[in-house]
């Protein structure tokens, strides 16, 4: 089955910082790869997606993340922090010929004044 | 619109109790999943469903049971409660397959004494 590890489960950085939230993966056929954001109390959002194509996705709130092949990764980048960015962040994979859907287990971002 | 809509927000129950979460979505969504949620670990797939009457399970099934009687709704029902079953619980929805899963409810939680 595919897995996801998340390295880091806290990650703080300053405001205006760039932000940088790693995730690697495993699958054993093309994947679908997601990250998604949650906040206090609050339900998954989806930040962006990839599934073929361009492997540089952009998302929302200035969110992009690369989706490298050859080291099974897909980290999750924004140039410059807000503070309303702080919140704990979800990668996930899927892989393209199923409906399984599997997370890591999270990585929350601490944004610094 | 509502969106994904997931009731009660929280509940408490004695072991050995039985219980249905209820999730109702309004965007005429054919994909609908079921989600836990516990520390450290991210989401689990429950059960998920690809439209009326459809239904599969997910990684960690044993102990609940769904079923998708119209596209709205996609109750998850919990046979006999037990304590490791304490956990926040998500519904999630989604247009498309490839999609999946997208738009989430806030959320219920559970908790088994």
């Known amino acids: 089955a595919q897995s996801v590890t998340q390295l880091g489960s806290h990650v703080s950085v300053s405001e205006g910082a760039l932000v940088l939230l790693r995730c690697n993966y495993s699958?054993?056929?093309?994947?679908?790869l997601f990250w998604y954001v949650q906040y206090p109390n609050q339900g998954l959002q989806l930040l962006l997606k990839?599934?073929?194509?361009?492997?540089l996705v952009k998302g929302i709130n200035g969110f992009e993340a690369e989706f490298k092949k050859s080291e099974t990764s897909f980290h999750l980048t924004k140039p410059s922090a807000h503070m309303s960015d702080a919140a704990e962040y979800f990668c996930?994979?899927?892989?393209?010929?199923?409906?399984?859907?599997?997370f890591g287990a999270g990585t929350r971002l601490t944004v610094k004044p | 619109n509502a969106g994904v809509t997931q009731t009660p927000k929280f509940q408490v129950l004695k072991t050995g109790q039985s219980m249905t979460l209820q999730c109702a979505q309004d965007?005429?969504?054919?994909?609908m999943s079921w989600y836990r949620q516990d520390p450290g670990m991210g989401l689990r797939l429950i059960h998920y469903?690809?439209?009326?009457?459809?239904?599969d399970q997910g990684e960690v099934p044993n102990g609940y049971n769904v079923s998708r009687s119209t596209t709205e709704d996609f109750p998850l029902r919990l046979l006999s409660a037990a304590p490791s079953q304490t956990s926040v619980y998500f519904c999630?929805?989604?247009?498309?397959?490839?999609?999946?899963?997208?738009?989430f409810g806030d959320g219920t939680r559970l908790s088994i004494l």
């Open positions: 965007m005429n969504h054919e994909y």
């Open positions: 999630a929805s989604s247009e498309r397959r490839v999609d999946q899963p997208q738009h």
């Open positions: 469903s690809v439209g009326a009457g459809i239904t």
């Open positions: 996930a994979v899927r892989r393209s010929n199923n409906n399984d859907m599997r």
């Open positions: 990839y599934t073929t194509g361009a492997t």
């Open positions: 699958s054993s056929v093309p994947p679908y």
